[in-house]
């Protein structure tokens, strides 16, 4: 679930039990919150305690990848800017003890949230019950070779954060070396589909596709609706579904209770295939290529991924570069 939709479910559980909610987020989400934080949460309007726990991705002096290294400096500043009161646990015993009294004693006295920053490694490994496997045949590496080697050359490629664009990068790394024909969206989750309806629009007689992972569909749902209003007939919506944010250790999505075919069709796509076998994707292939988008394809996929996963290596703005450049020299599919 998207991060906001988090803090007003605590909201709503505190004004129905007068208890306060617990909210587990990244610091990448952190910014999804600042709405319902400033406008419902805060002390100048209903004045809700919530106690959130923020892992911190980014933290300056750290090694991390790109996406996380604005909001790693700016988390602390950002909830200062918030007046939200923080603390950093530390892995002693006794002090996380200290910060969660004073956290519970913030909360019952000045009924505002309350943040404990979380770094990595704080917690162990979680040895409880395994999230169960899901009941599907391909693998996210399947899907994508499939796909890859049934679309043209020249069609543009836009794919979501995590293992999506990791997996995409690694392979194209390891047949083409080159990668100017994919947009990584390494940061942003859920903002892939919107940024090929952006390019589609302006680039109508390219080919667009766009690799959407379930959890990052559902984050931002309401993109349906504007594919669907705005209509793209370039426009190839692919989403892998595992059922789980699995880049983020497999919490559960909501996706095995939405059926996303119906779900586009209702928001105005022209059409829409869940795909359970590789047999069933090689089948609409030649359906998907003639009909007019925007097209959804649900691929459902098993978990699953290599340990040592690249990453794209470049700085960012040289891979956007050469995506650019490629834009702007094809005009035909
Ligand atoms: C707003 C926001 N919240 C949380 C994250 C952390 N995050 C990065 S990847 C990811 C999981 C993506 O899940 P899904 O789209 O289902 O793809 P999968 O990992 O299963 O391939 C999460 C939660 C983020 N990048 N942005």
Redesign the pocket.
Known sequence: M??CEAIAIATGYYLATKKFGIVY??N??L??TVNPLTSLCDREVYSIPILMMIGWRGEPGTKYAP?HKKMGKITLSLLDNLQIPYKILDPDIKSIQRNISEAINYLKEQKGPFALIIKPNLFQKYNGIEISENKFEIS?EEAISFLMENLTSNDIIIS?????SRELYEYREEREKVHYKSFYNI????CASSIGLGIALQKPNRRIVVF??????I?QFGTFTSLGKYKPANFIHVI?N?N?????GG?P?NSDSVDFCKVALASNYNSAYLVNKLTELREIVPEVKKGEGPILIVINIKRGTKADLKRPHRNPEEYKEDFMKFLAEYNEK
Request: zero cysteines; aromatic letters at 6%; charged letters at 15%.
């Open positions: 998207v991060e987020m990244q990448s989400g910014g999804k996406q996210r979501s954060t995590g293992y999506l940061g942003s989750m859920g959407d992972g379930d959890g990052a569909a984050m892998f595992n789980t944010h699995e880049s983020t919490q999505t």
